[in-house]
């Protein structure tokens, strides 16, 4: 049972209106609920928001980073290179390959990789980097292109898409950093591949979903690629149900044995309302996290910097650290915070925490920055559907579960 006085903060919930149910309503209603219209008007509207010629909607951002390396020829011999500390996704897409995952450990008091350890990383089997936008905000991408286009000797490519290329590719995983800019461009201007997610925690959601983008390469036949991902994405088929509708057109071939990962009408729908309001959404994450700044800051937290003079992110998760205290005092401040109403979470464990990776050969002890930004990192609620007060409590009660906890270590110091 719940308790009647707790006043329930709950961590990441959709914020959807009656515009959002009415516009799924009206998709189930036409008759059409696969992927048809509306999902092409999603697409659409995706790559006009961001500014890239086209976008490709699917069944999630897993299948969107999936899909891109199939697509790039990355497979079997191939070594892929990504952060240490990101959500499974980043690097169990490189197993499904068929290639090597590489793991960089997070430069110091940075949520992102070490770029010097990205340099080293990259061998003559390097073919793809995976940055992630952890929290909505971009990596230097300055960098990261500086370093791939330095060590563009190694490069081999395997076919001619990668030749395009020329070098290391750089496809983002950008599951939070849907509107996020950098420089004056867009989340999905920058990285020859970039890769959302609409999952239901995420700023824009479709429930389950997700999309890729892709930049401008000379030689590209942004066409032909966007037919590459219909193809992988629905069997092979060479005809999408929308396009067998039409008078006499049944027949369709299988062009090679391909996946299913197609997004629905329903989801598109979804989401077509969602990105309308989405400026709106952003506007009140900005406002959110920025009480949350002003109320920890002199408490001695350390956050993630969302927004400066030549970035602002997509405001998706509010990471913060708690300098001095261990992993199991963090663990213990969650679970107090957790008896209060106030759900929080962790964002991230690393990698080589997990059993799947440890069985892939790789050991925490290989990162320790990483286990270091983990070990006192907690993410707050944040959400478009927390007041000002719902922020000023969790801060109160998060302030209160510390001094707590302090004063526990204090009274067992004592006692040794």
């Not at 990355?74 to 290179?81: H, L, R, S, T, Y």
């Not at 997509?314 to 106030?342: C, D, F, Q, W």
Request: glycine residues 6%; contains cysteine; charged residues 20%.
């Amino acid at each position: 049972m719940t308790d009647p006085k707790l006043r329930y903060i709950p961590f990441s919930p959709p914020d959807v209106t009656d515009a959002e149910i009415e516009e799924v309503v009206k998709a189930m209603k036409s008759g059409w609920i696969t992927t048809g219209p509306r999902t092409k008007e999603f697409e659409k509207n995706i790559a006009g928001y961001v500014g890239t010629n086209k976008a490709v909607c699917l069944n999630s951002a897993t299948a969107a980073m999936e899909l891109t390396l199939r697509i790039l020829g990355i497979g079997p011999g191939d070594e892929v290179i990504t952060s240490a500390y990101t959500y499974t996704a980043s690097a169990s897409i490189i197993d499904h390959v068929g290639a090597k995952i590489v793991l960089v450990d997070n430069a110091p008091n940075s949520f992102e990789m070490d770029y010097s350890k990205l340099a080293n990383a990259i061998t003559e089997k390097t073919k793809a980097v995976i940055p992630v936008d952890i929290a909505g905000k971009m990596c230097d991408y300055e960098t990261i292109y500086k370093i791939v286009e330095s060590k563009k000797n190694l490069f081999i490519a395997n076919n001619e898409l990668q030749k395009l290329f020329n070098r290391v590719i750089v496809m983002t995983d950008a599951a939070h950093a849907f509107g996020a800019e950098r420089n004056g461009l867009k989340c999905g201007q920058v990285a020859d591949f970039t890769c959302y997610s609409f999952h239901a925690v995420k700023n824009l959601t479709t429930a389950e979903g997700g999309a890729v983008v892709w930049r401008k390469v000379q030689g590209l036949d942004d066409e032909w690629l966007y037919k590459q991902y219909m193809l992988y994405s629905l069997h092979g088929q060479s005809k999408d149900a929308l396009s067998k509708t039409q008078i006499g057109a049944w027949e369709y071939d299988i062009v090679y044995p391909a996946y299913k990962c197609n997004m629905t009408d329903i989801m598109a729908g979804f989401g077509l309302i969602q990105l309308s309001r989405y400026d709106g959404l952003m506007k009140r994450r900005k406002e959110i996290i920025e009480m949350y700044d002003i109320l920890l800051t002199p408490l001695g937290f350390q956050s993630l910097q969302h927004f400066g003079g030549d970035f602002a992110s997509s405001g998706h998760l509010y990471l913060t650290r708690i300098p001095g205290i261990s992993e199991a005092e963090r663990n213990k401040i969650i679970v107090m915070l957790a008896e209060s109403g106030i759900t929080c979470n962790v964002h991230y464990k690393p990698l080589p925490m997990f059993t799947a990776y440890k069985n892939l050969g790789f050991d925490i002890k290989d990162y320790p920055v990483a286990f270091d930004m983990y070990k006192n990192e907690i993410t707050l609620p944040l959400h478009t559907l927390l007041s000002n007060e719902d922020v000023e409590h969790v801060v109160e009660s998060l302030k209160k579960a510390l001094e707590e906890i302090l004063v526990s270590v204090t009274n067992n110091s004592q006692v040794r």
